[in-house]
């Protein structure tokens, strides 16, 4: 095997010409998880679908995917894809990004689930507090503060 670390202007046109043997590659679909452009066949010979991945299987399932607006539906159909795309191996998956984010605990309403990009942490950070409202316990009276003071000086 003979490694070329290449200029982005190179790899882009060895990628346009299909001019490669083997290619690392990254991606992220975001929050919709269309992967018609990297696996339908249609787009094997100018798309995304860089590995030539033709599966009449798995392109109906891509069109399906895309059609249907019944999530269920959906995500039945992203397992099924997932199992052939599983099985054919086009591609093999290095890594999916677990993101770990230390979060004082002082902090409150955060809400970092389903991220699908790493700036998507500080995708609600306007409801986030620190400080929480206080308020009498409802058998206290504010005039019972005088006798908490002067029993804390004498």
């Excluded at 999916?96 to 950070?125: G, H, M, T, W």
């Amino acid at each position: 095997m003979r490694i070329e670390v290449l200029s982005r202007a190179e790899i882009l046109n060895r990628i346009s010409n299909r001019d490669f043997d083997l290619l690392l590659f990254g991606q992220n679909l975001g929050y919709n998880l269309d992967a018609f452009g990297y696996w339908h066949l249609s787009q094997a010979e100018a798309g995304l679908n860089l590995s030539n991945y033709q599966s009449l299987q798995a392109s109906v399932l891509l069109e399906e995917i895309r059609r249907t607006h019944d999530e269920k539906l959906r995500q039945e159909s992203l397992a099924k894809l997932q199992k052939i795309i599983a099985a054919d191996v086009p591609a093999i998956f290095l890594f999916s990004p677990e993101y770990v984010l230390p979060i004082d605990s002082k902090i409150k309403n955060l809400n970092l689930q389903n991220l699908a990009l790493f700036p998507d942490r500080f995708a609600n950070i306007e409801k986030w507090y620190v400080r929480e409202k206080r308020s009498l316990r409802s058998d206290v009276r504010w005039w019972h503060f005088f006798g908490w003071v002067a029993g804390r000086i004498f």
